[in-house]
């Protein structure tokens, strides 16, 4: 039941360049969509939240949302190493998340 | 405030075997969440209590799979038997707001992770 599909990667890009990542919804009843990060080996943790169309920014990270299109996305300014992670997309409705994003960034 | 507490950490077990998780969400919430993680995969939900009754559990492979919620609290997932293909990291979630549209984040337990032999 793909809700929710992601580009499984992995997506590697150098430090300091922006990581962008990609997630479509199948679900237009869905009005709450969220990104969360997970290290290996540890539970996923939420990053942002975005509940209205256009962007929403928290510091390095903005979302971006397109409810006409189903589509959300991701974009990470200035990559660091520790943002290296999986990140997973999640829409509201019954909160199923995608496939996750592996992504690197290589020092 | 203490987190999402889930035991066991890890299990071994052999196929067609029997098991248990258990969960403790944060106090308070009222939406509880099982998780199955396979390795590189996102998480698939398998069922979600709103207090002690169930959302949603049509993932949930239910010739092998239960899972209960007594008096909106603890929760325990069940395998019975298990197959090669439960081994996983399962995952329970709970949040502080119910099932309807805008809603907060999921806050994760450690995970206990099954192997199957």
Redesign the interface.
């Known amino acids: 039941?793909k809700e929710v599909e992601?580009n499984s990667g992995p997506l590697s890009v150098p430090e300091g360049a922006i990581a962008s990542l990609n997630c479509t919804y199948s679900d237009r009843v869905s009005?709450?969509f969220?990104w969360?990060r997970q290290y290996s080996g540890?539970?996923?943790?939420?990053i942002m939240?975005i509940?209205s169309n256009g962007d929403k920014e928290d510091g390095r990270f903005t979302a971006q949302l397109n409810k006409a299109s189903q589509y959300v996305s991701l974009l990470i300014r200035d990559s660091q190493p520790s943002d290296s992670a999986t990140y997973?997309c999640a829409a509201?409705n019954?909160?199923?998340?995608?496939?996750?994003t592996s992504l690197t960034v290589i020092p | 405030e203490a987190g999402v507490a889930q035991s066991p950490r890890y299990k071994i077990i052999e196929k067609r075997q029997s098991v248990a998780f258990w969960c403790n969400p944060i106090s308070g919430h009222a939406t509880l969440?099982w998780?199955q993680q396979i390795l590189g995969?996102?998480?698939?939900?398998l069922i979600?209590f709103q207090n002690n009754g169930v959302?949603?559990d049509?993932?949930l492979p239910k010739d092998r799979f239960s899972a209960e919620r007594l008096k909106g609290v603890d929760s325990t997932l069940k395998i019975q038997p298990a197959k090669l293909e439960d081994s996983a990291v399962y995952?329970c979630a709970s949040s502080p707001y119910p099932?309807r549209?805008?809603?907060g984040?999921?806050f994760?337990?450690?995970?206990s992770r099954l192997t199957v032999l």
């Open positions: 039941q992601q009005q709450s969220f969360y540890k539970s996923p943790e939420l939240s509940y997973l509201r019954q909160f199923y998340f995608g496939t996750g | 969440y998780y995969q996102g998480p698939k939900l979600q959302v949603d049509s993932q995952l099932d549209g805008r809603t984040e999921l994760f337990g450690e995970g």
